[in-house]
Structures are given as C-alpha cells and as structure tokens.
C-alpha cells in the first residue's frame, strides 16, 4: 500500500523539521567567511585562510585541531590546507571540536561555512509552522521553455547583493480562478530536458502570515510540458533558519497577490 497525498505531506514535513534541527543543519550555521587571495584570521578558528586556486586554503599548525571530513586516515591537518568547494564534483568539508567547516563558491568568489551545533538558533528551535493539507493547493501547470534557452536574471540577494539566477522558462497554471505564470529554474536531465522545476516566488501572505518568500519545485514536465506545481509543498529558504545564507529573492514576475495558505509558515522557536 501506498501512502496518501496527505500521508505523503506529512512525512515530508517531518523531514524538514528534522533536517533543519540537524547538528550541522541550516540552523547550525553561525557565519559565511567570504575570502581574499591574502591570508587572514577566521574569527574563532585556528590558522590563516584565503582563497587561491579555485580552493578554500588554510595554514595549520599542530594541534590547531582541524581534521578533513573522509580524508581516511583520521589524521589532524597541519601546513598548507587546501579544501574543495562545494561547486566541485569532489567537494572537501572539515571539522574542528563538532563544527563542520564547508567550503563554497558563488559566482567565482569563496567562503567558508561554519556549521556549529551549538548556535543559539538550533538551540531554540521548536519546529516549523505549517498551514493543514489542502489537494485544492496542488494545480496542473504547464512549462514553456524560453525560446533562445537558459537566460541569466539578475536579481537581489538575501546578503543585499544581487546574483545571476539562471532560469529555463515558465510554468503557467491557474488559481483562484486566474491565470498566472512563474519563472523558473531547473535541475536539467541526462536526455537534456527540464528535469525538475524550482522557483522563488512571494505571495499574499509573505511577510504576514509566512516568510518574505519561498521556494517550490515541481516534478519533471512530461513531453507536451505538463507538471504539477503543489503549493502545500512550498517551503522556506535557508536563510528563514541563519541570515548568514545566500537565497535569491522572487524574479519579476514571481510575486503573486493571491494569499497562498499552503505549505510551510514560520520558524517557530521557544
């Protein structure tokens, strides 16, 4: 037997909750350290670190603590460090008393990531609020890829910097009895179409009711284009849970006046 739509939900909203009260999940996460080519401290870690090569790099010395997340042989890192993004098919994390440290690129710029297991936001984390179930919620769409292919959007950033989002096209449906379309993202699939679809979208109830925007994705369209886009499912950025995170805002068009009074609310904390 099968689970329900409603079984389905639950489920995955007992996913995210978990996910996000992780040790090292998005509440975890106590700073983004963007580097330069010149070393510099890392306030609350040991050694120098600076970006060189397309790698996070750090200078260590023994007993500094820090050990490389599946190096294999469990040994601490000492001298020269140089740790792989997460971009990279490979990517490189390490660890220091607990915290995990993740190295990132964006737009050819790197940080480091610490994740600590003791931030105060984990620490007070009570769940996330959700509206109840609805099947009303989820509605047929149709996607449109653009006709000159994936096209970059500039759009602001949650760090107040605005980033190249890279979208596909558009997914159009209807709610509340009018039509409306959303550009989208998309994974991309080994035949070279769509896969699934993703987009940042803001609504009647954002910065009310929920978050100031969130994130939904759909399964792959079939051949004619056709998806599902279930708004009990849409769920809250990263940065909901640290303002260390880089999330893109809605693109033009993506801010709906409906109230969409499904999917995930609010961090809720005690």
């Avoid at 996330?128 to 006709?147: E, L, R």
């Avoid at 959303?182 to 609504?203: C, E, H, K, N, Q």
Wanted: glycine fraction near 12%; proline fraction near 10%.
């Amino acid at each position: 037997m099968t689970d329900t739509a409603a079984e389905a939900w639950q489920r995955w909203t007992e996913a995210r909750s978990a996910a996000a009260g992780a040790p090292h999940g998005p509440l975890a996460l106590t700073g983004t350290h963007w580097l330069e080519p010149a070393p510099a401290e890392i306030p609350g870690l040991p050694g120098r670190w600076w970006a060189e090569d397309g790698a996070v790099c750090a200078e260590l010395r023994a007993g500094d603590g820090v050990h490389v997340e599946g190096g294999g042989d469990g040994r601490e890192a000492t001298g020269r460090l140089a740790l792989r993004p997460d971009t990279d098919r490979r990517p490189q994390n390490a660890a220091l008393d607990g915290k995990r440290l993740v190295p990132i690129e964006r737009e050819g710029e790197l940080a480091l990531r610490v994740f600590d297991p003791d931030a105060p936001a984990r620490a007070a984390f009570a769940g996330i609020s959700v509206y109840p179930y609805a099947p009303d919620w989820a509605v047929p769409a149709v996607f449109t890829p653009f006709a000159d292919g994936a096209q970059a959007l500039l759009v602001e950033n949650a760090d107040g910097r605005a980033r190249p989002l890279t979208v596909l096209g558009q997914v159009a449906f209807t709610l509340a009895g009018r039509p409306h379309t959303l550009t989208v993202s998309g994974t991309g699939a080994p035949d070279g179409s769509a896969g699934r679809l993703s987009g940042v979208i803001a609504d009647g109830t954002s910065g009310r009711e929920t978050y100031r925007f969130r994130f939904v994705t759909l399964p792959a369209p079939d051949a004619d284009g056709h998806t599902v886009l279930d708004f009990n499912r849409a769920f809250l950025p990263p940065c909901a849970f640290a303002d260390h995170f880089i999330c893109p805002f809605p693109p033009p068009g993506n801010r709906l006046e409906t109230a969409v009074e499904a999917g995930e609310r609010q961090v809720v904390t005690v």
